[in-house]
């Protein structure tokens, strides 16, 4: 039987924030066991495994990204809804670097996983964000890499402390934002 108030959720919840703390590739079922207080075995009632449980870490983060891009961009169009967006996956990256690492190379399992609904979402706003710029339908999916590629790399590098020298970091990401929405509307 389940201990009383764990379950999928609070055991993913858990997970996702200790691998903020110690890494994706240092979290391991037992520490979260000792984490929350139970024997490992207790864990796999909740989850089928490690893989199990980081297909569960990453489809939280896509879902809170989701959100987070989701509500930043309300309201705006153009540049304004573009940095919104872009503020708003930096900070998920940078505040949870190791559930966000659960995301990266995560392939859904099919149309109906939770992965791929909450990737959807996201993607969904960056369309929405990229409508507000004169580009073709079929450039879209090239569009939606690129700015995917260019935050995913600059937050992961700036979370792990890439950028020793003096330029300012938010100085450089605006930088970024300027030039993304110039060859957008380039295009």
Same mark, same amino acid.
Request: glycine residues 10%; proline residues 3%; contains cysteine.
């Given at each position: 039987m389940p201990r009383a108030g764990l379950d999928t959720a609070t055991v993913? *919840?858990? +997970?996702?924030?200790?691998?903020?703390?110690? =890494?994706?590739?240092? !979290?391991?079922?037992?520490?979260?066991?000792?984490?929350?207080?139970?024997?490992?075995?207790?864990?796999?009632?909740?989850?089928?495994?490690?893989e199990d449980l980081v297909r569960h870490i990453a489809?939280?983060?896509?879902?809170?990204?989701?959100? *987070?891009? +989701?509500?930043?961009?309300?309201?705006?169009? =153009?540049?304004?809804? !573009?940095?919104?967006?872009l503020h708003a996956f930096r900070s998920l990256v940078i505040t949870h670097p190791g559930r966000y690492a659960a995301t990266t190379g995560m392939e859904p399992t099919g149309p109906e996983d939770p992965m791929a609904l909450a990737s959807q979402r996201l993607f969904d706003v960056f369309r929405a964000v990229l409508r507000g710029y004169d580009i073709d339908e079929a450039d879209t999916?090239?569009?939606?890499?690129?700015?995917?590629?260019?935050?995913?790399g600059f937050a992961t590098l700036e979370a792990a402390g890439g950028f020793k020298w003096s330029a300012d970091i938010d100085t450089s990401f605006e930088w970024l934002i300027d030039f993304t929405d110039q060859g957008l509307r380039a295009m």
């Amino acid at each position: 039987m389940p201990r009383a108030g764990l379950d999928t959720a609070t055991v993913v *919840a858990a +997970g996702a924030e200790l691998a903020d703390q110690v =890494g994706l590739n240092r !979290l391991t079922m037992g520490l979260l066991a000792e984490r929350l207080g139970v024997r490992t075995p207790s864990l796999y009632k909740h989850v089928d495994g490690q893989e199990d449980l980081v297909r569960h870490i990453a489809t939280l983060a896509t879902a809170q990204a989701a959100d *987070a891009v +989701g509500t930043a961009v309300q309201g705006l169009a =153009g540049r304004d809804a !573009l940095a919104a967006a872009l503020h708003a996956f930096r900070s998920l990256v940078i505040t949870h670097p190791g559930r966000y690492a659960a995301t990266t190379g995560m392939e859904p399992t099919g149309p109906e996983d939770p992965m791929a609904l909450a990737s959807q979402r996201l993607f969904d706003v960056f369309r929405a964000v990229l409508r507000g710029y004169d580009i073709d339908e079929a450039d879209t999916d090239h569009a939606l890499r690129m700015i995917r590629s260019l935050c995913h790399g600059f937050a992961t590098l700036e979370a792990a402390g890439g950028f020793k020298w003096s330029a300012d970091i938010d100085t450089s990401f605006e930088w970024l934002i300027d030039f993304t929405d110039q060859g957008l509307r380039a295009m």
